[in-house]
């Protein structure tokens, strides 16, 4: 695997790459950072990215099974191998992105996808609620999204404590995102949530393949599911 980052060149105008409507905005960052993986109209997505404004100014960080390649000449590429090496047992800090989907099926057997923070405030009855009985909308997330990570371990090889009291990991950053791939088109509705602290490895092949190289949960075209890792000093 590759890890790269891409950041857009200073002699660029960032106007000039990214449509700044507010409906638009993630579909053009999704569009920019698939023109620089895409050889071909037949070409599937085999990358994951996660996006950062740093400096104002747009900047990728991807996982890829080959180098990224800017035809346009607009970005600086900096690319690597990457091929981690994790020992069971080892304490990792973490940076992650998602979508905080749960998935059920009804009695028709139809698949559905739950937001899980908009479900947890759907139980509470958070709107009926008086405003001095409505827990902090930060708790709610935290909460959510802590129970939606740790329902993962065991598929993605690793864990994180949940201590209330001293949590090693913080869920904050929810927003909800709508937006069109062209005027007139139905509108695309997803969530975002960024998980960061600290994870232990519980198993370094399935860590590595799953969390690392295939991404955590859906929507990984908008830029969910890259975990970014480094070593716990």
Request: aromatic share 10%.
């Amino acid at each position: 695997m590759i890890f790269s980052v891409i950041r857009l060149k200073l002699d660029v105008s960032v106007n000039d790459v990214i449509g700044l409507t507010r409906d638009r905005y993630v579909y053009s960052i999704h569009q920019l950072i698939w023109n620089v993986f895409s050889d071909g109209p037949s070409r599937t997505r085999d990358f994951l990215y996660r996006y950062e404004s740093v400096r104002g100014r747009p900047t990728f960080y991807t996982i890829s099974q080959r180098e990224p390649i800017d035809p346009s000449g607009r970005w600086e590429i900096h690319s690597k191998e990457y091929a981690p090496k994790v020992s069971k047992g080892e304490k990792l800090v973490f940076s992650l992105r998602v979508n905080p989907i749960r998935c059920k099926r009804d009695e028709k057997d139809k698949r559905h996808r739950h937001d899980v923070v908009m479900e947890a405030k759907t139980k509470l009855g958070f709107k009926a609620l008086a405003h001095d009985k409505k827990p902090a909308l930060a708790e709610l997330v935290q909460e959510a999204g802590i129970a939606w990570l740790k329902s993962r371990e065991s598929d993605l090889g690793f864990s994180i404590e949940d201590d209330k009291q001293r949590p090693t990991v913080k869920a904050d950053g929810y927003f909800q995102h709508t937006l069109f791939k062209a005027r007139g088109s139905r509108p695309i509705k997803f969530s975002t949530l960024d998980l960061n602290g600290v994870l232990t490895v519980v198993d370094p092949e399935r860590f590595v393949s799953k969390s690392l190289y295939e991404g955590v949960g859906s929507a990984k075209g908008f830029g969910c599911g890259l975990m970014l890792v480094r070593r716990l000093r």
